[in-house]
């Protein structure tokens, strides 16, 4: 069996401070790593590899730090990358983007599953899996928490709302799955080695048949602004000389505001 | 800037209606809706100019449901397209947008009008942070959650009923079982009253202080991500990869207060924090705060709660 594992490098969220001034978000220079829930959509590609066999290959849109952030993936167990790495296409929306990765998939070659995950942190869209599944004209299986694939069928647990959802599809098919899916492993120093003897491929938007300006041409969302909003709380602190005073003094307050 | 509705959550569409009634009011256009499910009329009645019904549309199943939603964008021809962000919605909302080759911004928080354009916020960076966006497409799809709206005081209105043609296309993912989940969870993003719980308690069977002190408030409980992913005390949590609640009271007990778990409950009305950390997150985004041990609070605010509330 032969999976396309979709991943994408995003800044540190733990790393990223405020401008103290605008209050957006100062990503420059912030370390990248493989979105967490990407990683999961990796772990369990590997997981299905480690019990069917085959070929699990990473994809990723990216730029010239993406190869570096991809080694993990490598040293995870992923056999081979293959990063679009596209100046004039920096940036673009998850129309653009999911036209670029349906070129890189055809690009790929044969394939039974893609997987990715429910979203990355970053921008949390939560859009690229079904898109690339309508381009392909695939079957999508999106919030997955439980994965299986064997004779020519997917079968997975979908986490809803109100229901888990256990659901069959013909392979190929686009699964995205949730956090709950799995633990990623933590790849040892063997495999982070030999992860940099893996194949990383890297194409432009020519090298998979697109003109990057008509693509770009096909980004329509914009993003205006980005600002941490002001917590604008009472920041009321409750104190007293004992415990059971301080929890009387609290429900005082919260009968005042009547919400109890 | 003209809309069409859709979500199969029938109280979900009537808050999007809502909203978008009010804004095309704003410009003096139209409001057309998709129906799933019976009784279109009261679509109507809820804000629509006009109501798509399309024969054969049952259990939800992306494929057939996305083929509809397109056959009424091309119907109804609007600029906007709203979309419920339920789970559905939100696979849904990208699935139409290719198929149409259109911008689309998932899970959105608000909608304005700026200068006759669309410009919706959404939560980026894993929570912490708004983008406000806007798009450039004809149409463009948007999805919101639950209660971003308030739905319409029913009134007759005058609008028009459409049966839409659709070749439904057969889904290939079959759903082979349903697992209906326990009731106390589905309630969580609906509940009035949410007492919560966080690392700062040490075992499973401590968690009856805090059931107490539920009990008296009719509060339902929550937890942190820890408590339920890792120690799987509680079957979900409260966070941005949880559930993401709006309560009128919420009391974080021995919760740290990560930026995950606080754009959880950024929109609670009243944020009480517990906890014997006075330099943890929490503090920092709630209404009252109480440094002090949960083991010797929650008795104590149980206490109290009897004495006066």
């Known amino acids: 069996m032969r999976q396309i594992v979709l991943l994408k490098d995003i800044p540190d969220l733990t790393e990223i401070k405020l401008d103290s001034q605008t209050r957006a978000p100062m990503v420059e220079g912030v370390k990248r ?37 991809l080694l993990e993936a490598l040293a995870m167990g992923a056999d081979a990358a293959y990063i679009v790495n596209e100046p004039e296409l920096r940036d673009v929306d998850t129309n653009a983007t999911s036209r670029v990765l349906e070129a890189a998939v055809r690009h790929v070659g044969e394939y039974d599953l893609i997987i990715a995950g429910e979203m990355t942190l970053d921008s949390l869209s939560s859009q690229i899996g079904p898109r ?51 633990e990623p492993r933590i790849p040892n120093l063997m495999s982070i080695m030999r992860a940099k003897k893996k194949p990383q491929t890297v194409w432009a938007a020519g090298d998979i048949g697109l003109d990057a300006s008509e693509v770009r041409s096909l980004s329509y969302v914009q993003v205006t602004s980005v600002t941490a909003p002001k917590v604008e709380r009472k920041q009321v602190r409750i104190e007293a000389d004992t415990v059971e005073a301080a929890a009387a003094k609290l429900v005082e307050a919260l009968l005042q505001e009547g919400v109890i | 800037v003209s809309f069409l509705v859709f979500s199969e959550d029938r109280e979900l569409a009537f808050q999007l209606l809502g909203k978008a009634r009010e804004l095309a009011d704003e410009t003096g256009s139209e409001v057309s809706a998709l129906v799933a499910g019976s009784e279109p009329q009261e679509y109507v009645r809820q804000g629509a100019d006009r109501v798509y019904t399309v024969d054969g549309l049952a259990g939800f199943s992306v494929e057939p449901y996305g083929a509809a939603v397109v056959e009424a964008v ?17 696979e849904l909302a990208p699935r139409v947008a290719s198929a149409l080759g259109v911008g689309c911004m998932n899970e959105c928080s ?67 079982e349903r697992r209906e989940k326990p009731k106390s969870t589905a309630d969580l993003e609906s509940a009035s009253i949410i007492v919560s719980a ?109 004495e006066r509330a």
């Not at chain 1, 369990?44 to 730029?63: F, N, P, Q, T, Y």
């Not at chain 2, 410009?119 to 929570?127: D, F, M, Q, S």
């Not at chain 2, 007759?156 to 439904?168: A, F, H, I, T, Y």
């Open chain 1, 132 to 182: 690339l599944a309508q381009l392909l004209d695939l079957p999508q299986i999106t919030y997955v928490k439980e994965l299986d694939a064997a004779d020519g069928k997917v079968r997975a647990v979908r986490d809803l709302e109100d229901v888990d959802e256990v659901v069959e599809a013909p392979l190929p098919a686009v699964v995205c799955v949730v956090r709950e899916i799995n």
């Open chain 2, 74 to 90: 091309k119907a109804a021809n609007p600029s906007t397209v709203f979309i419920g962000a339920t789970k559905r919605g939100k």
């Open chain 1, 33 to 69: 790593r493989i979105s967490e829930v990407d990683k999961r959509a990796l772990e369990a590609a590997i997981r299905l590899k480690e019990k069917a066999g085959g070929e699990v290959v990473a994809l990723s849109m990216g730029d010239d730090k993406t190869k570096t952030a």
């Open chain 2, 110 to 176: 608000g909608v304005e009008l700026e200068d006759g354009a669309v410009v919706v916020e959404r939560l980026t960076y894993g929570g912490s942070t708004v983008a406000r966006e806007k798009s450039a497409s004809t149409p463009t799809v948007m999805s919101f959650p639950p209660r971003c709206f308030e739905k319409l005081e029913p009134t007759e209105r005058s609008g028009e009923v459409v049966e839409l043609k659709v070749d439904l296309p057969e889904p290939r993912v079959t759903v082979v």
């Open chain 2, 198 to 306: 966080g690392r700062g308690f040490k075992a499973q069977e401590d968690l009856s202080l805090l059931e107490e002190v539920a009990e008296i408030l009719g509060a339902q409980m929550g937890c942190s991500r820890p408590i339920s992913a890792d120690l799987g005390w509680m079957d979900q949590w409260v966070g941005i990869s949880g559930k993401k609640v709006k309560p009128r009271l919420y009391v974080a007990c021995g919760v740290s207060g990560t930026i995950q778990h606080v754009a959880g409950i950024r929109d609670s009305q009243v944020i009480v924090s517990i906890n014997n950390d006075e330099g943890a997150g929490i503090h920092g985004i709630s209404d009252y705060s109480l440094v002090g041990d949960i083991y010797e609070v929650l008795p104590a605010l149980a206490k109290a709660l009897r």
